[in-house]
T-cell receptor, first 116, second 116 residues
Framework: AQKITQTQPGMFVQEKEAVTLDCTYD???????LFWYKQPSSGEMIFLIY??????QNATEGRYSLNFQKARKSANLVISASQLGDSAMYFC?????????????FGKGTKLSVIP | GAVVSQHPSRVICKSGTSVKIECRSL??????MFWYRQFPKQSLMLMAT?????????EQGVEKDKFLINHASLTLSTLTVTSAHPEDSSFYIC????????????FGPGTRLLVL
């Protein structure tokens, strides 16, 4: 079974600064996918970024980048140039890649607060 | 990203009544849809996996007779909470997996259910 651990229940960052949200995972599957989702107070889950376990390069999407360290089983999210609208809950998630189950396992989340 | 809608966004009902929540993929075909439940300040918990044209697969501890799922088309899945009780009050979120892109799930905006 997979497990996702997010050790930071809450984080603060100054506007325009960069912030790293931690995520470690545990799985016995050789092939898997890692995701980050943002959940603002409205409740919707917004897909941010995806990293496949066999991807050679770290994923990037605009101001979001995923610092993937396979040996350490970590998939930290880096948000550059934080904006006030980045204040939200952030969830790390994973599932086994390839054919079969696409069920996501979520971490407990990190609440990010951006300070003006 | 792909768009998923949910209806209603918010519902209040009396104990003992049934509530139907619709989840629609608006611009893609979702061969698989997932239903999650989220309690306040907690992470998402998968309730069931719904495949178009077949019976849903429920997670351990989720009563299939209480949470009826129908995935009649590639763009619509419904969750019916039968004989709702106050403990069923929660935030219900669906997601759809785009058949073109194997990895990513796109989430609906969620439905807040309050059972009085």
């Amino acid at each position: 079974a997979q497990k996702i651990t997010q050790t930071q229940p809450g984080m603060f960052v100054q506007e325009k600064e960069a912030v790293t949200l931690d995520c470690t995972y545990d799985t016995s599957d050789p092939s898997y996918g890692l995701f980050w989702y943002k959940q603002p107070s409205s409740g919707e889950m917004i897909f941010l970024i995806y990293q496949g376990s066999y991807d050679q390069q770290n994923a990037t999407e605009g101001r979001y980048s995923l610092n993937f360290q396979k040996a350490r089983k970590s998939a930290n999210l880096v948000i550059s140039a934080s904006q006030l609208g980045d204040s939200a809950m952030y969830f790390c998630a994973m599932y086994p890649s390839g054919a079969g189950s696409y069920q996501l396992t979520f971490g407990k989340g990190t609440k990010l607060s951006v300070i003006p | 990203g792909a768009v998923v809608s949910q209806h209603p966004s918010r519902v209040i009902c009396k104990s003992g009544t049934s509530v139907k929540i619709e989840c629609r993929s608006l611009d893609f075909q979702a061969t698989t849809m997932f239903w999650y439940r989220q309690f306040p300040k907690q992470s998402l918990m998968l309730m069931a996996t719904s495949n178009e044209g077949s019976k849903a697969t429920y997670e351990q501890g989720v009563e299939k007779d209480k949470f009826l799922i129908n995935h009649a088309s590639l763009t619509l899945s419904t969750l019916t909470v039968t004989s709702a009780h106050p403990e069923d009050s929660s935030f219900y979120i669906c997601s759809g997996k785009d058949s073109r892109y194997l990895e990513t799930q796109y989430f609906g905006p969620g439905t807040r259910l309050l059972v009085l």
